[in-house]
């Protein structure tokens, strides 16, 4: 074709007849005169390859985007997540990748969008038909909405295609993304189009992960799993600052999957506006039904924080203080430990505390969906109060953890141990119906400097609650305490044998 200010002028009609085809071998329908190719030679498409197609374009200030969709000889539905177009960076020169998922007649379209008045104007390129015996059917592009990723500055790493196992193994991708975006995500079914429903599937949480970049760059890798067979769409959503600012889609992903994993699995659900949480990945995906009577999660984060957690039950809103702890394991590395009282769906909530005191804020971390088997009856985590970490710098043993919340015949007495700084002073008592039990509680000498025992020895019955206080050495006010731990024991029977400790003095130990 020739360009005119008409439009195209015919300056050639010829007919051919072709008594054998080559298989695999196509020429681009070219739309625009602003098209180049490299070479007359027919386009080779290859079963169960990703087709590459360098091209030049001259056109400046349009946005060049690709999909594929069904012959027009069959039913027409357009699939972004299987083509791309790379800008190579190099005056003008492109690069269309695409896959083919099925065997069967394919339309690879390349579009130029330009923006125009209120609405931006999409011009096609180039096509190319395909028809393939085998497809690729377990690689897609993450597709991404141009407009809104570049007033996000939110780019892909790699334009190549993202391959995923088809029997529910994970998917992963990732993106760039600057400083104060916040990013939401999950994934969502597809409607079978075969099936008349004019039902849409809501977003279903649990099932992706966003990993935090380092400080040393600003990588964001999508982490995702699939909980049944399906067509499932990966939704990713972002904003620009956390108040008063939408969520918009960035991105969505299509995968076919046939099978599902042996292990159901989960990802913690993160609060977005919290940045610089991570988690080891050889802990991710986690078990989302739990077979132990104990669950524990390690993670990372920046600052010093204090944690406050609780869970309840799927069927119920009554949440549960005693049943889950997080553990200050060294400078900003943490473990979430969970224990279930009865099985069922549990949900799980860490809560963050910072700021000076009598000024913390609160604010969700995360949150877990756990299925439990097994139970662990009559165990408890103690209260532990933020002085206990921040003001006084001590310490708890995951090992020794959790604790008898309910006693019977025996044992008739509990340890408690922890670590505490030589320049702290301890105090602790028993209160029993509300009542307070003198010489029921006792710190025996340690035996290694920093590391103590609170032992409690139970001879009546009734609801225990035992207190242990701090203060430092050089505090001025020697009557002011802090409450630092507390726990709570349900015994139910009186013991027959005489308190050891009954004889050792009040309750009253400083060391």
């Given at each position: 074709?020739?360009?005119?200010?008409?439009?195209?002028?015919?300056?050639?009609?010829?007919?051919?007849?072709?008594?054998?085809?080559?298989?695999?071998?196509?020429?681009p329908h070219i739309t625009s005169?602003?098209?180049?190719?490299?070479?007359?030679?027919?386009?080779?498409?290859?079963?169960?390859?990703?087709?590459?197609?360098?091209?030049?374009?001259?056109?400046?200030?349009?946005?060049?985007?690709?999909?594929?969709?069904?012959?027009?000889?069959?039913?027409?539905?357009?699939?972004?997540?299987?083509?791309?177009?790379?800008?190579?960076?190099?005056?003008?020169?492109?690069?269309?990748?695409?896959?083919?998922?099925?065997?069967?007649?394919?339309?690879?379209?390349?579009?130029?969008?330009?923006?125009?008045?209120?609405?931006?104007?999409?011009?096609?390129?180039?096509?190319?038909?395909?028809?393939?015996?085998?497809?690729?059917?377990?690689?897609?592009?993450?597709?991404?909405?141009?407009?809104?990723?570049?007033?996000?500055?939110?780019?892909?790493?790699?334009?190549?295609?993202?391959?995923?196992?088809?029997?529910?193994?994970?998917?992963?991708?990732?993106?760039?993304?600057?400083?104060?975006?916040?990013?939401?995500?999950?994934?969502?079914?597809?409607?079978?189009?075969?099936?008349?429903?004019?039902?849409?599937?809501?977003?279903?949480?649990?099932?992706?992960?966003?990993?935090?970049?380092?400080?040393?760059?600003?990588?964001?890798?999508?982490?995702?799993?699939?909980?049944?067979?399906?067509?499932?769409?990966?939704?990713?959503?972002?904003?620009?600052?956390?108040?008063?600012?939408?969520?918009?889609?960035?991105?969505?992903?299509?995968?076919?999957?046939?099978?599902?994993?042996?292990?159901?699995?989960?990802?913690?659900?993160?609060?977005?506006?919290?940045?610089?949480?991570?988690?080891?990945?050889?802990?991710?995906?986690?078990?989302?039904?739990?077979?132990?009577?104990?669950?524990?999660?390690?993670?990372?984060?920046?600052?010093?924080?204090?944690?406050?957690?609780?869970?309840n039950m799927e069927s119920s809103?009554?949440?549960?203080?005693?049943?889950?702890?997080?553990?200050?394991?060294?400078?900003?590395?943490?473990?979430?430990?969970?224990?279930?009282?009865?099985?069922?769906?549990?949900?799980?909530?860490?809560?963050?505390?910072?700021?000076?005191?009598?000024?913390?804020?609160?604010?969700?971390?995360?949150?877990?969906?756990?299925?439990?088997?097994?139970?662990?009856?009559?165990?408890?985590?103690?209260?532990?109060?933020?002085?206990?970490?921040?003001?006084?710098?001590?310490?708890?043993?995951?090992?020794?953890?959790?604790?008898?919340?309910?006693?019977?015949?025996?044992?008739?007495?509990?340890?408690?141990?922890?670590?505490?700084?030589?320049?702290?002073?301890?105090?602790?008592?028993?209160?029993?119906?509300?009542?307070?039990?003198?010489?029921?509680?006792?710190?025996?000498?340690?035996?290694?400097?920093?590391?103590?025992?609170?032992?409690?020895?139970?001879?009546?019955?009734?609801?225990?609650?035992?207190?242990?206080?701090?203060?430092?050495?050089?505090?001025?006010?020697?009557?002011?305490?802090?409450?630092?731990?507390?726990?709570?024991?349900?015994?139910?029977?009186?013991?027959?044998?005489?308190?050891?400790?009954?004889?050792?003095?009040?309750?009253?130990?400083?060391?």
């Amino acid at each position: 074709f020739r360009s005119s200010t008409s439009g195209y002028t015919l300056v050639a009609n010829i007919r051919m007849y072709a008594c054998i085809g080559i298989k695999g071998q196509t020429f681009p329908h070219i739309t625009s005169p602003a098209i180049t190719f490299d070479n007359a030679h027919p386009i080779l498409v290859r079963d169960g390859e990703v087709l590459e197609v360098p091209f030049g374009y001259s056109d400046d200030g349009e946005v060049l985007e690709a999909y594929i969709s069904r012959d027009r000889t069959n039913a027409v539905y357009p699939m972004a997540d299987y083509a791309t177009v790379e800008d190579m960076m190099s005056g003008g020169r492109y690069l269309l990748r695409a896959v083919l998922p099925q065997p069967g007649k394919w339309e690879i379209c390349v579009v130029a969008k330009k923006a125009s008045g209120s609405s931006p104007t999409e011009v096609m390129v180039f096509q190319l038909f395909a028809d393939v015996e085998r497809g690729l059917n377990n690689a897609v592009f993450p597709y991404l909405f141009t407009a809104t990723a570049v007033d996000l500055g939110v780019r892909l790493v790699d334009s190549k295609p993202v391959t995923y196992p088809r029997d529910g193994g994970l998917f992963l991708f990732s993106f760039e993304a600057p400083d104060g975006v916040e990013f939401q995500h999950g994934i969502q079914l597809v409607p079978d189009p075969d099936v008349s429903s004019n039902k849409s599937s809501s977003v279903v949480d649990y099932c992706t992960y966003l990993q935090f970049p380092s400080s040393a760059c600003n990588l964001h890798t999508i982490h995702s799993t699939f909980p049944s067979q399906g067509v499932w769409s990966v939704v990713v959503y972002a904003r620009k600052g956390s108040s008063g600012v939408f969520y918009q889609v960035i991105s969505v992903s299509n995968l076919e999957i046939s099978m599902t994993a042996q292990i159901a699995l989960c990802y913690p659900k993160i609060n977005p506006s919290f940045h610089g949480m991570f988690i080891p990945s050889n802990c991710l995906p986690c078990p989302s039904v739990i077979e132990q009577t104990e669950f524990r999660l390690p993670f990372s984060a920046p600052g010093s924080l204090y944690f406050s957690c609780s869970m309840n039950m799927e069927s119920s809103e009554e949440c549960t203080f005693d049943h889950t702890f997080v553990h200050n394991t060294e400078d900003g590395k943490y473990l979430l430990h969970i224990i279930f009282p009865k099985p069922g769906v549990w949900f799980i909530y860490v809560n963050s505390m910072w700021g000076s005191v009598g000024k913390e804020e609160t604010k969700l971390l995360f949150q877990l969906k756990l299925k439990a088997v097994a139970y662990k009856k009559d165990f408890a985590f103690p209260q532990v109060f933020e002085p206990f970490y921040t003001n006084f710098k001590m310490s708890i043993s995951d090992a020794h953890l959790p604790l008898l919340q309910r006693v019977g015949k025996l044992p008739s007495s509990l340890v408690i141990q922890f670590n505490c700084p030589s320049d702290v002073l301890l105090w602790h008592l028993a209160q029993v119906n509300e009542v307070v039990y003198e010489a029921a509680t006792q710190i025996p000498p340690s035996v290694e400097p920093g590391k103590h025992e609170l032992v409690v020895n139970f001879n009546k019955s009734g609801i225990w609650i035992i207190t242990l206080y701090a203060q430092y050495v050089s505090a001025e006010n020697k009557t002011v305490w802090t409450p630092v731990l507390r726990h709570t024991v349900s015994v139910e029977r009186s013991f027959s044998t005489s308190s050891i400790m009954a004889q050792q003095g009040p309750s009253f130990n400083v060391l």
